[in-house]
Nanobody, 122 residues
Framework: QVQLVESGGGLVQAGGSLRLSCAAS????????MGWFRRAPGKEREFVAA????????RYADSVKERFTISRDNAKNILYLQMSSLKPEDTAVYYC???????????????WGQGTQVTVSS
């Protein structure tokens, strides 16, 4: 069992930056692939970024490439999402997720956090 708790969301102006964190707990959580997904109002949940357990590989949605960076600290069991050059269309609830398998855009990870709201004003 893996528990995930996100933090770091908030209100930011367009062009600004935020860093999301996801604290993971569970005996083997550091060996899980992890990722971020988001759900904007009235839209389906979508993939944002993912990282392998060893940080050897990362993957991003086209809409966030060059603006967002995913990273993890396995010693602290924390996943990060550094977001810069934020746009109003990045407004969404952001969810942390974990799975034993590599996370790709079509993955439905087994474990999910409760989500953290990010609002970008124009």
């Amino acid at each position: 069992q893996v528990q995930l708790v996100e933090s770091g969301g908030g209100l930011v102006q367009a062009g600004g930056s935020l860093r999301l964190s996801c604290a993971a707990s569970g005996r083997t959580s550091s060996t899980y692939a992890m990722g971020w997904f988001r759900r904007a109002p009235g839209k389906e949940r979508e993939f944002v970024a993912a990282i392998t357990w060893s940080s050897s590989s990362t993957r991003y949605a086209d809409s966030v490439k060059e603006r967002f960076t995913i990273s993890r600290d396995n010693a602290k069991n924390i996943l990060y999402l550094q977001m810069s050059s934020l746009k109003p269309e990045d407004t969404a609830v952001y969810y942390c997720a974990a799975d034993r398998a590599v996370i790709v855009p079509t993955t439905l990870p087994r474990y999910w956090g409760q989500g953290t709201q990010v609002t970008v004003s124009s």
